[in-house]
């Protein structure tokens, strides 16, 4: 395996285990949610799709999620692991998001869109050009449902223990 290949290979185990660990977590934050059954939605910065999954179990077979994410790897895992037909994953760049005005029941987006320079790794170059253009893409009484996991606060409070 090249130096390359080994890479995405760290990132997407790094990203399986993460994912792991806060699966209970956000699994309540998503029960919490109320996110209707059939319903239509799109997961911005799906990362490997495993949240993706979670929330497609909310909105049934009936339902219709689109997962976006710059990352060529991480759509291509995301794929190859759906078990749910009701997802479409996709590769896309949240500052230029191609969809039909009032298409979603709701977005979602967990550690993907705040405030920050781009040289700093912060994907979503101007956040409130973005939030109009999510209130664009939903349907009237539609939801936006954002979440950045502090971990500074988690970990220091694991070192405290
Ligand atoms: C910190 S990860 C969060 C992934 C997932 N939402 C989670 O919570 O596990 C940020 C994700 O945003 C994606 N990303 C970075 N820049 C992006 C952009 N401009 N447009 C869309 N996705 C982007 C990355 O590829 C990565 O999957």
């Known amino acids: 395996m090249n130096e390359k290949n080994q ?17 209970p977590l956000i699994e309540r ?3 919490s949610l109320d996110i209707e059954p059939d319903s239509t939605g799109l997961d911005i910065g ?7 999954n979670m929330l497609a179990n909310r909105t049934g077979l009936n339902g219709k999620i ?3 994410d710059i990352s060529e790897e991480f759509i ?11 997802i479409n994953y996709l590769k896309g760049d949240v500052n230029y998001l191609n969809f ?9 987006s967990m550690d993907t ?6 040289e700093f790794g912060c994907p979503a170059e101007k956040p409130d050009l973005i939030l109009n253009k999510l209130y664009q893409l939903l349907k009237p009484g ?12 988690i970990t220091s409070r694991l070192s405290n223990t």
């Open 7 to 23: 890479h995405q290979k760290n990132e997407l185990e790094i990203y399986e285990c993460l994912t792991i660990f806060r699966k």
């Open 29 to 31: 934050i998503i029960d």
């Open 46 to 52: 799906c990362g490997i799709g495993m949240i993706t």
């Open 66 to 68: 689109i997962g976006l």
């Open 76 to 86: 291509n895992y995301a794929q190859s692991n759906s078990k749910q037909g009701n």
């Open 100 to 108: 039909k005005d009032n298409s979603f029941d709701w977005i979602w």
């Open 113 to 118: 869109i705040w405030a920050g320079l781009k």
């Open 142 to 153: 539609g939801r936006v449902f954002f979440s950045l996991l502090a971990f500074t606060k």
